[in-house]
């Protein structure tokens, strides 16, 4: 990643839970933290145009938006060193993704996921095709394009869900460079982290919102000690040697625990020593450990936004003079200025 540019973006999702913060929270800041290191340049932003297609309560929206600056502040971005801003922010966003719109086939957007599974949930569902679907979802991938355009962003670290996204942004950029002949957008290349932790949920699924099967990770104590205590388990005595990989409660821990606690709930499991109460606690006691420094600057920065929001036009005011320059590059080319 030396001196490269690298870009991630949010979608304001809402409250946090342990698979966010493994999979996605931890990875992105210390990835931050590398490339900065190694002389690059980090760009973090809150996704909140993208937002607007599903979520249309401006208090539910601005909540939401609150909750995860807060929470990547909490967990040790630093916003005087990454560039950390809101989309919304930015105007020249919205007039790149207009200018990319005009070289972007419609096919590129049929084909895109976000848009592709709700057509298929519609089919399953007996309902038209197009169903609640809106223009800002169906040209996602275009607004997207200019997000990671925008910066010349050399790498955008993503989930598989949004690989194809970062392909479509690339193959946007060659159609306009292509056009007119010279490399005036920057081509991305998506980074996909493979050892990311993939968090199974208290009922063994993948933890997700959707599935209401996640561990919070800034909730009251006794709402994570309700969620970590409903983890499914089975009937077998404390007595009986189990094999840990099969036992939910210890594949959470193994993903948040330090190694030696890990390898003290294996051992207890084998040898019968240790009952499901025992590993509950155990694993309540990690989830605490792992989020109680946080939370304290969680809640601060919650109670204090107004810092954020200075945080946030500071970000807003390094990135904007970038996407201004990479917009002008644009206009002259296409208006022959
Ligand atoms: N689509 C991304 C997601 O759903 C969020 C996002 C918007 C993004 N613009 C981006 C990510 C640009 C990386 C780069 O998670």
Known sequence: MSSKIVL????PTGTPHIGNL???IRPAIEL?????S???EHFMFIADYHAINAEKNPQVLNQKLKEIAC???AFGLDPNKSVFYRQSDIAEIPEITTILYAYTPKGFMNKAHAYKAVVEKNQMAGKPDDDGVNMGLYTYPTLMAADILAYDTDVVPVGKDQVQHVEIARDIAGIINAH?????LKLPEYFLAEHVAVVPGIDGRKMSKSYDNVIPIFADKSEIKKAVFSIKTDSRPMEEPKNPDEILVYQIYQAIAPQDKVLEMAEG????KLGYGHIKNMLLDAVLEATSEAKEKYDYYMNHFDEVEEML???ASKARPIAQKTLKRLKDAVFGR
């Open 313 to 315: 036009a500071l970000g």
């Open 71 to 73: 929470v990547y502040l």
């Open 38 to 40: 190694e002389g690059g």
């Open 32 to 36: 931050g933290h590398q490339v900065l």
């Open 8 to 11: 991630t973006g949010v979608k």
């Open 180 to 184: 007119y002949n010279k490399p005036l």
């Open 269 to 272: 499991l084998k040898q019968g």
């Open 22 to 24: 493994l999979g996605a």
